[in-house]
C-alpha cells in the first residue's frame, strides 16, 4: 500500500549457480561486488530478526491485539539492538 503510485526498483540478488559462473573478467567482477554489496545489506537487515526469533523466542504474531504486537516487537528490536 505505501508503494502505490510510486516507481520501485527491486534488488534481488542473484542464485549463487549464476554467480558462480560470473566470468572472470571486469564485468564480471564488477558483478560480483554489487552482489556482495546486496548481501551485506541483506546480512545487516536479517540478523535482528534473527536474534529475536532465536535468542528472544518470539515466534508468535497476535491477531486481535495489533497495538500490543506492535508494542512488542518494538521492545523486541530495541533489546535486539543493545544485544547487536
Partial sequence: PENIGTS???HVA??????????NNKLGRL???LEHLKASVR??????FHVIKNLF???KTRYRGLAKNTA??????AFAN???
Fill in 72 to 77: 512488542q516487537l518494538s521492545t523486541l528490536f
Fill in 31 to 33: 558483478k560480483e561486488k
Fill in 43 to 48: 546480512a545487516k537487515v536479517e540478523h535482528p
Fill in 8 to 10: 520501485v526498483t527491486w
Fill in 57 to 59: 523466542r518470539h515466534r
Fill in 14 to 23: 542473484m542464485k549463487r549457480s549464476k554467480r558462480k559462473a560470473l566470468p
Fill in 82 to 84: 543493545l544485544v547487536l
